[in-house]
């Protein structure tokens, strides 16, 4: 098991920034690639990005690639999702899962989800 809990979603203004954190626990945390995706209202959840287990690989979805940079502190058993130039489709709750694998970007190959948090882009 690897419990998952993200913060730091919110309310922001388009161009703006935001960093969402994944806390995980466990000490198999450095074992995993982690990956953020997001799920619009009425939408499929959407891969975002991945890193894999140490950290020194990164995959990222067109949609957001130069405007996101995902990263882990393994010492800290967390992820990171920087998020720039901020877009009202970026409005989304967004997920951090974790996977044996790495290099998939569907989420059924994510065998541990948190509970989300809600990120809002005005226009």
């Known amino acids: 098991q690897v419990p998952l809990v993200e913060s730091g979603g919110g309310l922001v203004q388009a161009g703006g920034s935001l960093r969402l954190s994944c806390a995980a626990s466990g000490r198999t945390f450095s074992s995993y690639t982690m990956g953020w995706f997001r799920q619009a209202p009425g939408k499929e959840r959407l891969f975002v990005a991945a890193?894999?287990?140490?950290?020194?690989?990164?995959d990222y979805a067109d949609s957001v690639k130069g405007r996101f940079t995902i990263s882990r502190d393994n010492a800290k058993n967390t992820v990171y999702l920087q998020m720039n130039s901020l877009k009202p489709e970026d409005t989304a709750v967004y997920y951090c899962?974790?996977?044996?694998?790495?290099?998939?970007?569907?989420?059924?190959?994510?065998?541990?989800w948190g509970q989300g948090t809600q990120v809002t882009v005005s226009s």
């Open positions: 890193i894999n287990w140490g950290g020194g690989s990164t």
């Open positions: 899962a974790a996977s044996q694998l790495y290099g998939i970007r569907s989420k059924s190959e994510y065998d541990y």
